[in-house]
């Protein structure tokens, strides 16, 4: 019997550990920068300037995995918003090293054009250098050029062979090739857009800062969409899945299945010595 408890106890801690590091339950998000948090940016709305009435917030409308999801709204072309997950410089999170990359989004009915959908975007800084930051960007996905954009339905989208287009924080360039994977900008592959002016040199070793999921800019009429699910990972590390949800799931934890199962293990133990 104690060998049976043993047993159980190393089973269940291992199944713990290991659900905890795959999935992370996010309930809340800031409104300021925070290094290995969500946080809300690039937010566009009448209460900051801009003509849109733009909304972004987790809610129960559309629950995906659980009670809630991301819900990411705007009225007109000036709305924007962004969540943003930044883990500054990390060992080996690099662009040839990124081996899973997706997330789960929805585009409500009502949207104005047919081709809109939440955005993923990888922030990156291209030398890997932290003293150098004029080579700092986004790859950014977007659905319109990986495929039809589908309606009124959830979609899991794993992007790591889909497209990515490059945008430059400095001089503020967008590259239009919208036809390079994550592998062909690690390789060092140039873009084949003619007159391209400018362009970030990438690299396997160029370093992956963070994540982005959002709506807008210069999306013309209105927008009302979800996401859920956002993945990243990379070689050497387990891949995490942020699970967005309005309040912390009542679930018992996997340690406390864990108690819960020795304590079950206990009271046949006693059955069988009262027996």
């Known amino acids: 019997m104690k060998s049976l408890l043993r047993s159980a106890v190393v ?3 291992l199944g713990a550990g290991a659900a905890q590091a795959a999935t992370v339950t996010v309930t809340s998000v800031s409104n300021a920068p925070t290094l290995n948090s969500w946080y809300l940016t690039n937010y566009r709305d009448v209460s900051t300037g801009y003509t849109s009435t733009t ?5 129960s409308a559309n629950p995906r995995s659980g009670n809630g999801s991301v819900e990411m709204s705007s009225t007109d072309a000036s709305g924007k918003a962004d969540y943003a997950y930044t883990w500054g410089f990390v060992n080996n999170r690099t662009l040839g090293n990124v081996n899973s990359i997706g997330f789960d989004w929805f585009r409500a009915p009502g ?4 081709h809109l959908a939440p955005a993923m975007r990888l922030l990156y800084d291209a030398d890997g250098n932290a003293a150098t930051t004029e080579d700092r960007g986004y790859l950014i996905w977007e659905q319109v050029y990986n495929g039809t954009t589908l309606q009124n339905q959830w979609v899991s989208s794993s992007l790591e062979n889909q497209y990515f287009w ?4 400095s001089p503020g360039y967008t590259v239009e090739d919208y036809d390079m994977t994550l592998a062909n900008w690690a390789s060092g592959m140039a873009p084949n857009a003619q007159n391209v002016a400018s362009y970030d040199q990438l690299s396997a070793s160029t370093a992956i800062l963070g994540i982005e999921f959002g709506i807008g800019s210069g999306w013309a009429g209105t927008f009302r969409g979800f996401i859920d699910n956002a993945r990243i990972g990379f070689a050497g590390e387990e891949a995490t899945t942020f699970n967005f949800e309005t309040a912390a799931s009542q679930v018992p934890e996997p340690a406390s299945l864990a108690l ?4 079950a293990l206990g009271f046949a133990a006693r059955r069988r010595k009262q027996k």
């Open 166 to 169: 490059q945008r430059q924080f």
């Open 55 to 59: 909304f972004a917030g987790i809610t």
């Open 111 to 114: 949207t104005s054009a047919e």
């Open 260 to 263: 819960l199962g020795l304590g």
């Open 11 to 13: 089973l269940a801690l």
